[in-house]
């Protein structure tokens, strides 16, 4: 019988013996127990974390997933990366390719503008030579014409100065009704 209440008292010795969990607020341990309430009220979630180190084969359990699930996902963004740096070696040479058939395109719009540009040079040169032309040859009518009503003129003034001085101021009078001014200086010398 004494067997029994010493393994009472054990049991109960050992169920009043304090936790040797702590209590986590979020990202920390809680200070006190008002804390852990004041946090239990507002999230409705308090985390116990044991610190027996006997007990580190749980905690393996767990860092042997998470760093199972690390190496995997290093695994996964390695070769993530390395796809990527593929995808941006082609991209690379694809803009490469693209800028030179720009600088191609480029190249060829610039010749064809400078070809246009020669083309109007030889067009406004070969205007100006036909201008010339038509000019020369005006002048050589107009040359013509002077000539020919110079010596109507030289006519005109003999007969003129033949005549009296009344006869021309009619004949200046009747040419110049017709016109809307007249021209005062129009009188033959």
């Known amino acids: 019988m004494k067997l029994y209440i010493y393994f009472i008292i054990l049991i109960f010795l050992i169920s009043c013996s304090?936790?040797?969990?702590?209590?986590?607020?979020?990202?920390?341990?809680?200070?006190?127990?008002?804390?852990?309430?004041?946090?239990?009220?507002?999230?409705?979630?308090?985390e116990v974390r044991n610190l027996d180190k006997n007990k580190t084969e749980s905690d393996s359990i767990n860092e042997k997933i998470i760093n199972q699930s690390k190496s995997s996902n290093k695994k996964k963004f390695f070769s993530r990366k390395k796809k990527l740096d593929q995808e941006i070696k082609l991209e690379v040479q694809e803009n490469i390719r693209n800028e030179k058939e720009i600088e191609e395109q480029i190249k060829i719009q610039e010749q064809i503008e400078h070809q246009e540009q020669d083309r109007l040079k030889q067009e406004k040169e070969l205007k100006e030579q036909g201008k010339l032309e038509d000019e020369k040859r005006l002048i050589m009518k107009k040359e013509e014409q002077q000539s020919s009503s110079a010596f109507a003129k030289v006519v005109e003034i003999k007969e003129i100065s033949t005549k009296n001085f009344d006869e021309l101021?009619?004949?200046?009078?009747?040419?110049?009704?017709?016109?809307?001014?007249?021209?005062?200086?129009?009188i033959p010398k």
């Open 169 to 186: 101021v009619e004949r200046i009078l009747i040419r110049n009704s017709s016109r809307t001014y007249p021209k005062i200086n129009d």
């Open 18 to 46: 304090k936790n040797k969990g702590v209590y986590w607020c979020g990202d920390h341990a809680c200070a006190n127990n008002k804390e852990k309430e004041a946090y239990f009220e507002k999230t409705m979630i308090v």
